[in-house]
């Protein structure tokens, strides 16, 4: 099968956000005013009433799944003044703020090198790759230099002899030698062993990569998530307070006291949420900087719309068709395979090892017979007066059966184990990465299905509410009396909901665009599933300095092969 996983990063961070395509809720969602930035493709939204049904969903391959939900229209003419557009103004910033732009093309970008995962793969594979040296290695002999000097004094037996030798002597020899223990089997099979773990390590880079940019994501449409749900607070607070007001303004024969005091209750705890929201975007700009190795003091403000929806693969595309990709893309399978050849030349290493000789090769007649040529000098006592040139050479090669051939075998054995082991994980990864796509696929069916719901909700909510406000200037008479067409505690409870309906809507796009990525990744990030879509827009510029207090992020270690 074609593997170019080293292709699929730079494919996937250029490409992926040209993936944008509005989804129902994005085809008619309230929109920011904040145009998108020019390097960024622009997001397919179109604003319009917000009572119109939404579109279907537009998938990226093939045609849309015929068992997606189709929203229901909401029950009101397309006239209908209630049904008015959302202003959803941008989230402010504060004035001590670092407001850092960024898009998502430039997010997947820096998710390529600068996670300290991928920088931790990267030098796995530097040791993989001085184990690899290291085995083709074992065939080169190690060179010694130096000198060995032995003063002796007091006499010593000669056994030939059966006599007591001089009493003092005077040794030297120095020069150099090489000496060399070769175990054969290694020498040939331990290459094969550690090129294979060291393609591994290269498929654990694209790993690292992977879950990286899964990372990136997750993040990043967090702060979506969260810039989404501040901006739709905001409009909630503005709408409360209005409300607040109206409520104040209906003379104490048609609205009592109380009813005003609930109207600013209300009022309070939207405001207490928008702080709460904006900290959670904050919060969410901290966690993207922490994945990317940013300036964590910035505020992250995304160029896209906080309801753009990303559509990679189709929500209606099946199991059957989806599995074989991820078994075939997933470069967790590949590292796998990787180890079960090492283990299978490890087996083959044991069983020719007690057929292969191994080899020796030192000197002589020095300590641990380092030294093979050089100057030898011998004198009695305090002189050395005999100096010659020496040479000395010992070549053994020996068979040799551990234990009498049975070491051998619980070796064989041994490695037989380990590349058992390495199966069984090949195939617990297996069942892991097809329970991934079925995982993924079923998050990714349910966001869609629940879009439009949550794009439903968000009409009807904009519709109560503003029906319950304008029918606070309506009265009508009972008998005598008075009265409002709508209560004001209908209004406050309408604007609640209106306020869910925005959470749930800003969250549930940001669940399909996860959700999106998270399928993309089980997948392996097939490059050939993005090969269809329109060239990417650029990536913005971002600033990728960081405070003088926190240590500069290069791109990872230098390459294995330096």
């Known amino acids: 099968m074609d593997r170019t996983a080293r292709t699929w990063m730079s ?24 145009p998108p930035a020019a390097s960024a493709s622009p997001p397919a939204a179109s604003p319009g009433p917000a009572i119109n049904p939404p579109a279907a969903a537009s998938p990226a391959f093939g045609a849309p799944a015929a068992d997606l939900p189709v929203p229901l229209p909401v029950a009101a003419p397309a006239g209908n003044p209630l049904a008015r557009n959302l202003d959803l103004k941008a989230a402010p910033f504060e004035a001590n703020d670092r407001r850092f732009p960024i898009n998502l093309a430039a997010a997947l970008r820096l998710s390529d090198a600068r996670p300290l995962i991928v920088a931790a793969a990267q030098a796995g594979t530097w040791v993989a790759e001085a184990e690899l040296l290291r085995a083709k290695l074992l065939w080169v002999p190690t060179l010694n ?20 030798t001089a009493p003092s002597v ?14 054969t089997a290694d020498a040939v099979f331990q290459p094969l062993v550690a090129r294979q773990t060291l393609n591994a390590a290269h498929w654990n880079i694209q790993t690292a990569k992977n879950d990286a940019l899964l990372q990136t994501s997750d993040a990043y449409f967090r ?36 009813e005003v005091d609930r109207a600013r209750n209300m009022l309070a705890d939207l405001e207490q949420q928008a702080v709460m929201a904006r900290q959670e975007w904050r919060v969410a700009s901290a966690d993207l900087t922490q994945v990317l190795r940013l300036d964590p003091r910035a505020v992250l403000e995304p160029l896209e719309h906080d309801h753009a929806q990303i559509t990679i693969i189709d929500p209606g595309r099946t199991l059957d068709d989806l599995m074989p990709i991820a078994l075939t893309n997933r470069p967790e399978l590949a590292a796998h395979q990787a180890l079960v050849q090492a283990m299978m030349n490890e087996i083959r290493n044991q069983k020719w090892r007690p057929l292969i000789p191994n080899l020796w090769l030192n000197g002589f007649q020095t300590p641990y017979e380092m030294l093979q040529a050089g100057i030898f000098g011998l004198g009695p006592n305090s002189s050395m007066n005999q100096w010659k040139g020496r040479f000395d050479l010992s070549l053994q090669p020996l068979w040799q059966l551990d234990s009498l051939g049975l070491g051998n075998l619980a070796m064989i054995k041994s490695a037989r184990g380990m590349q058992s082991q390495a199966i069984i994980q090949f195939l617990m990864n297996q069942d892991a990465v097809a329970a991934d796509v079925t995982r993924a696929q079923a998050r990714v069916q349910s966001a869609a299905a629940r879009v439009l719901q949550a ?6 909510a904009i519709i109560t509410f503003n029906g319950n406000y304008e029918g606070l200037r309506q009265t009508t008479r009972l008998g005598n009396v008075l009265v409002l067409v709508n209560r004001p505690q209908e209004a406050v409870f309408a604007l609640q909901l209106l306020q869910v309906a925005f959470n749930e809507y800003f969250t549930t796009v940001a669940d399909y665009n996860r959700s999106q990525f998270e399928l993309f990744h089980a997948l392996g990030y097939p490059a050939r599933e993005i090969a269809q879509l329109r060239p990417a827009g650029d990536a913005v510029p971002v600033d990728i300095q960081r405070p003088g207090y926190l240590p500069p992020v290069g791109n990872g270690p230098p390459p294995a092969t330096r």
């Open 170 to 183: 005077n040794f030297f020899y120095g020069g150099a030698g090489m000496t060399y223990t070769l175990f």
């Open 11 to 34: 494919v996937a961070a250029f490409g992926l956000l040209a993936c944008e395509t509005p989804g129902p809720a994005a085809a008619q969602a309230p929109t920011s005013p904040r």
């Open 145 to 164: 230099i130096g000198f060995n000097y032995v003063r002796h004094d007091g006499g010593g037996p000669d056994f030939n002899k059966g006599i007591m």
């Open 455 to 460: 794009d439903r909700a968000l009409r009807t």
């Open 223 to 258: 702060v979506h998530q969260q810039r989404g749900i501040y901006t739709g607070t905001l409009y909630s607070v503005e709408r409360g307070r209005e409300l607040v007001q109206r409520v104040s303004d209906l003379s104490v024969e048609l609205v009592p006291k109380v």
